[in-house]
């Protein structure tokens, strides 16, 4: 049974890790600075305890927060993992009182993050060049 767990303890590697797993840059330096600095984040670990999946939110904390960092292992993508996962952050979202979380994700996403209750709109992304 997929147990998504709220502000799990995770080792500093972990998420680098599974960053690494799925092919982006590990930003090992990020840690643990980023559990420091945001709202919440929520892990999926397997058997062996393993850290198989991850996603934050972050922000002020006031109204607004945005999702970060949906990673999904490639051993389990494909197996509803990362919709639990993504369900479950809302839910903490709303606990936590942000009524609006934003993210970005590439347009080939569009449909899962359609299918977890978000809704495409307009806005801009800076990203330095």
Known sequence: MIQV????KLQNNEVPDLREAIGWVRRDSDFPILFERCNFWAGVKNEQEKLIAFGYVAGMGLQHGYMEDVIVHPDYQGQGMGKKLVIRLLEEAEAYGLEIVTLT???????????????AGAGGVWHRG
Request: aromatic content about 22%.
């Open 105 to 119: 994700f590439e347009q080939k996403n569009a449909a899962f993050y359609e299918g977890c209750g978000f809704k």
């Open 5 to 8: 767990l709220i502000n799990p």
